[in-house]
């Protein structure tokens, strides 16, 4: 598997793992530094072809984690949505994963393309999710899917200490449903 070796690559550079990229990545955007990103992209387009013959647990993994750590270009992002033909499999194991830079983009694509049970997933988002940035994905996706209970959820956010979730918040119910 290409992509396996890839990201290899990537967590060696990094000095890190999958496991503690979550705990550990901080802020900014040092990830687009890493030198070899068309190698990782030209296996993470192989991994998506091979995923839409046969669905491989393991390789959607390493998919994540490759979106996971391109989440400040997007690239994988809008190959999963522009390649992948079957999505439902891969974005459930996305949404459901440990890495919430994979689960703030399956927010972003349930807002743009639908997927069987898309509504479903954003809601678990909403709900079940800690990570402040990836309620905000998922809440202004949601008012896309379905705006009247984007306004309901939302309710619960216009007063968070989160200034940027608020806002959000905030934007979303001051629109007419």
Avoid: C
Wanted: hydrophobic content about 40%; proline content about 2%; charged content about 35%.
């Amino acid at each position: 598997m290409s992509l396996e070796i890839e990201l290899a690559k990537f967590w060696e550079w990094a000095n890190m793992t999958p496991d503690t990229y979550t705990e550990n990545r901080g802020l900014g955007e040092w990830e687009v530094e890493y030198p070899a990103w068309d190698e990782l992209y030209k296996a993470a387009n192989e991994a998506l072809e091979q995923l839409d013959r046969d669905f491989d647990h393991d390789l959607a993994q390493f998919l994540v984690y490759a979106l996971a750590i391109d989440n400040e270009s997007g690239r994988v992002l809008r190959s999963v949505e522009e390649k992948l033909e079957n999505k439902l499999r891969f974005v459930r194991k996305a949404v459901y994963s440990d890495q919430p830079q994979a689960r703030w983009q399956m927010a972003e694509l349930l807002g743009n393309t639908e997927v069987e049970g898309g509504e479903k997933m954003l809601l678990h988002l909403i709900n079940q999710e800690d990570d402040k940035y990836v309620i905000r994905r998922a809440l202004m996706s949601l008012s896309k899917v379905n705006h009247a209970k984007a306004v309901e959820l939302a309710q619960k956010y216009v007063r968070d200490a989160d200034p940027f979730l608020k806002l959000v918040a905030k934007e979303i119910t001051k629109k007419k449903v």
